[in-house]
């Protein structure tokens, strides 16, 4: 069965610091996508980045890239010189299955605290 | 990003009554996903649709039943509400890789 585990229920960070979020995951299948969500307390779920299972290189998009150590099962989102606006909670999700449909597995989430 | 809308975005009923949960996108996605979200779980699948009347089961499908008449709107019905089912409710779309939520439904059971 697959699965994702977060395992950090909390997270605090100093303002301009870098900060990185567990996700790792059990797949048997070859073919697995990953994805990284944000959630802020206003409620909507903003997508931040994905990494395909057969992409070499890590992917990166603007402050936030995803660390991703295929032999380890590992997922880890990195989030560099955080701000006050990324004060939310986040969450790991996965991608995979037969039939290419699409359906996600999400982790439980990590709150993430930026102090100033 | 898909221009996904959900309506009501607040609803309270009582137990047992039926609630019918609205989603309804502008991008002409095949794709379309219910999921709730509850403390300690992240958010789990409900019911997917991938195609029009074609739907498929998730996780958490019990108590739910969906309908997709129109590529562009997916129904998530509660047949007889109870107060396990108060939770957040959001419907997603997948484009290409990706899949873009619209911005939840509260659903508070009585």
């Known amino acids: 069965a697959q699965k994702i585990t977060q395992t950090q229920p909390g997270m605090f960070v100093q303002e301009k610091e870098a900060v990185t979020l567990d996700c790792t995951y059990d797949t048997s299948d070859q073919s697995y996508g990953l994805f990284w969500y944000k959630q802020p307390s206003s409620g909507e779920m903003i997508f931040l980045i994905y990494?395909?299972?057969?992409?070499?290189q890590n992917a990166t998009e603007g402050r936030y890239s995803l660390n991703f150590q295929k032999a380890r099962k590992s997922a880890n989102l990195v989030i560099s010189a955080s701000q006050l606006g990324d004060s939310a909670m986040y969450f790991c999700?996965?991608?995979?299955?037969?039939?290419?449909?699409?359906?996600?597995?999400f982790g439980q989430g990590t709150t993430l605290q930026v102090k100033p | 990003d898909a221009g996904i809308t959900q309506s009501p975005r607040h609803k309270v009923t009582e137990t047992g009554t039926p609630v019918t949960l609205r989603c309804h996108q502008t991008e002409n996605h095949r794709y379309m996903y219910w999921y709730r979200q509850d403390p300690g779980h992240g958010l789990r699948l409900i019911h997917y649709?991938?195609?029009?009347?074609?739907?498929d089961k998730g996780e958490v499908s019990d108590g739910y039943s969906v309908s997709r008449s129109k590529t562009e709107d997916f129904l998530l019905t509660l047949e007889s509400a109870t107060s396990s089912q108060t939770s957040v409710y959001f419907c997603?779309?997948?484009?290409?890789?990706?899949?873009?939520f619209g911005p939840g439904t509260r659903l508070t059971v009585l």
């Open positions: 990494q395909g299972s057969y992409d070499e």
């Open positions: 997603a779309t997948l484009n290409t890789d990706t899949q873009y």
């Open positions: 649709s991938y195609g029009v009347k074609d739907t």
């Open positions: 999700a996965m991608r995979g299955g037969s039939g290419n449909t699409g359906k996600l597995i």
